[in-house]
């Protein structure tokens, strides 16, 4: 873990505005060089936690499909700090990862865990940004990125089709420090992928994972007062997710904890934020609303260590006819 914190306002990816790749890439670097003298210090143990779940669906149904998704901010000092035993400690059916940082050809051999297909898309740019697919289950399809070159040379969506919804697992772009993306992401970004997600979602419903970028209302920060202008945070940032929600998609958690505070999924490295529980709740699963009355629960592991994120758990029953 780089001793070089990163300010509140970057949330999860550097926010250089004259070359935020070039940043992201020194800064990864760096973390990775620095990294072997931090594993001591952040290493996970998740042998004591919990990662059992008896929740159900409105009907009584109990889940028959977990899917997990974590922003692992840099997968090689992650799987330095032992990150993968959380894969298996949760044993999801799925798991997404966000903020790979690293070319496939420099995926760890420790990624490449037993009974999982694999599947990453890496930036043109190495050390920034990338996602991962890791499924139990073949897919019945894999595609990457969203089709619209300006926006898949970062590597910050794989959709994978099964046979009763799409999974699109995605890293969101940050408006950077001073808003510089700001524009980008509400105006561009935004408008071109919740097509891309509209359009799947007349096929079959979908569930949408993964670092947003945004958190969407007071209560999914600590400290929402002085960050209204900070990224993720943005009045622009914050309508622009609710219209796509109100479109006739749901974010699981807080569909299940409306009123549940003091939870969040990141938190800057910098004036010991994690243990002050100073946060932010920039990760998510958004589904289809027809798929709600297959959801049983939607976790956030909070004790989980390894990056600035922690992973989140999803848990469904797809035997629902309203699934198919």
Not at 60 to 71: C, D, E, H, T, V
């Amino acid at each position: 873990m780089p001793k070089r914190q990163k300010k509140l306002a970057d949330t999860s990816e550097a926010g250089d505005a004259t070359s935020p790749a070039k940043k992201a890439k020194a800064e990864n670097e760096a973390g990775d060089k620095k990294s072997s003298k931090k594993v001591q210090k952040k290493i996970p143990d998740v042998t004591e936690l919990d990662f059992s779940c008896e929740s159900k669906t409105p009907e009584g149904k109990p889940w028959n499909l977990k899917i997990a998704s974590w922003n692992v901010n840099g997968i090689r000092a992650w799987v330095e700090k032992n990150g993968q035993s959380y894969i298996t400690a949760e044993d999801p059916d799925v798991i997404c990862l966000q903020e790979t940082k690293c070319s496939e050809e420099k995926i760890p051999d420790d990624c490449k865990i037993d009974g999982y297909h694999s599947y990453w898309s890496s930036a043109k740019q190495e050390g920034y940004a990338g996602t991962g697919l890791l499924s139990k289950i073949k897919p019945i399809n894999v595609t990457f990125g969203i089709g619209i070159d300006k926006h898949d040379e970062e590597g910050r969506v794989i959709t994978a089709e099964y046979e009763k919804f799409y999974l699109i697992g995605s890293y969101i772009p940050n408006s950077g420090k001073g808003l510089v993306r700001l524009d980008y992401r509400t105006k561009e970004w935004d408008k071109d992928f919740f097509a891309y997600l509209k359009e799947l979602d007349k096929k079959k419903p979908i569930i949408w994972c993964g670092d947003l970028n945004v958190a969407h209302q007071e209560i999914d920060l600590k400290n929402p007062k002085t960050n209204k202008k900070t990224a993720g945070f943005t009045p622009q940032e914050r309508e622009s997710f609710g219209n796509f929600l109100d479109d006739g998609f749901v974010d699981s958690f807080r569909h299940l904890y409306p009123d549940k505070t003091d939870i969040y999924s990141f938190w800057t490295y910098m004036m010991n934020a994690r243990a002050k529980n100073t946060g932010w709740r920039l990760d998510y699963f958004v589904l289809s609303k027809r798929l709600v009355p297959n959801l049983c629960d939607q976790i956030i592991r909070t004790d989980v260590y390894g990056s600035d994120h922690c992973p989140l758990a999803l848990f469904m029953n797809l035997d629902n006819e309203a699934a198919a």
